[in-house]
């Protein structure tokens, strides 16, 4: 199996910045795309940005230009950069794994922004 922890998720101000971290860990073995995903309150958890084992990258459009999903396979961790954050950007933030014909899913990580 494989194992995702996020970090990094927190509080701040519009306009700040912060940066996700996502660790897979296990068997670890092909895993073909990575990617995140966010659930506000009241909301359906949607797709904020992926990237592929070839470096194909794709985004919400509430968040192209703000954001950028990176990946080390070196150290098998994802990460999203989000500056310019707006309150509407508050959120759990979850990181997902395909591997093989396996869907892998992180415990989650909060994201406040104040206005």
């Known amino acids: 199996q494989v194992q995702l922890v996020e970090s990094g998720g927190g509080l701040v101000q519009a306009g700040g910045s912060l940066r996700l971290s996502c660790a897979a860990s296990?068997?670890?073995?092909?895993?073909?795309?990575m990617g995140w995903y966010r659930q506000a309150p009241g909301k359906s958890r949607e797709l904020v940005a992926i990237?592929?084992?070839?470096?194909?990258?794709n985004y919400a459009d509430s968040v192209k230009g703000r954001f950028t999903i990176s990946r080390d396979h070196a150290k098998n961790t994802v990460y999203l950069q989000m500056n310019s954050l707006k309150p509407e950007d508050t959120a759990v933030y979850y990181c997902?794994?395909?591997?093989?014909?396996?869907?892998?899913w992180g415990q989650g990580t909060q994201v406040t922004v104040s206005s």
């Open positions: 997902n794994a395909v591997h093989g014909n396996a869907n892998y």
């Open positions: 296990g068997s670890i073995f092909s895993i073909n795309l």
């Open positions: 990237t592929t084992s070839g470096g194909m990258t």
